[in-house]
């Protein structure tokens, strides 16, 4: 159950360049609360006011009186930023960071800096200034351009939708899971190689193959898993890939096969109209390399 906090009248953050943790800790807010965005100093009746959510500033935090800041923690606390606050004040927390690879990174970054960040994450300095997007970019500029942001503004707007798919996706994981359990199989395929295989249900989800790798990453009786078989959500067939891209597994191998109609030129995956169990597990083991 969310929490929702219909007594917010607006929410303040800080001004000058934004960051990802107060962008997205302000969408997964007004997602909850039809309220403008106000980027400036709060004044100490803000802070003491619960109808004002303060975000990332203030010296703060205090759920009860929707004030979330983190920059007062000790310089050794777990890192922790303004969207872990959100979250957990939305009881969102846990199940975010089982199910989204990118929280904890972002809360090393922000907390860590890029310096610490690389080396937890065992990669060279370089490589977090290349995973930088334009989207990042032109998100965060654009947000903190402005001074104030209210329903019906560009930015505003974009920023509830980012807040509502995270809010769903994070919701719906666990969903996912639960479904993937009642229904999917794990497959022996012969020593301690294992496929998840999902069948086709009615209704069919629109994504198939959504959650399946999650699943086996979590799942201890999938622990084995080398690939993943899923209806093919453009056809009546199946689809057939690889898990964590294991190189093991070449499907233009089964390219030439009749029931075969596509196979990635890169390999990691092929789709087949073929319905039966016994064949799909065939065609996995015309693509298996050792």
Known sequence: MLLLCMDIKKIVTHPGGAHKDDFLACSVMIFHNNVPIYRREPSAEDIADPSVCVIDVGGEHDPAKHNFDHHQFPRDYVPTCALSLVLRHFNLYDDGRKFCDWLEPAEWFDTRGAVK???WLNVDRAVMAKLNSPLDITCLRRFAKHTELKPGDVIWELMRMVGEDLVYYISSAKERLDYIAENAEVINLGGNLQALYMPRTDPMP???SAG?????ELDPSAQGCVAMIYPDRRGDGYALSRYNDDLRLEFTKVKDCPDVHFAHVAG???KTTATEK???IE????AWTE
């Open 117 to 119: 960040t690389a080396k």
């Open 206 to 208: 629109g994504e198939p």
């Open 212 to 216: 399946m790798g999650k699943f086996i």
């Open 268 to 270: 990691f995956m092929a």
């Open 278 to 280: 016994d064949r799909l």
């Open 283 to 286: 065609l996995l083991e015309m």
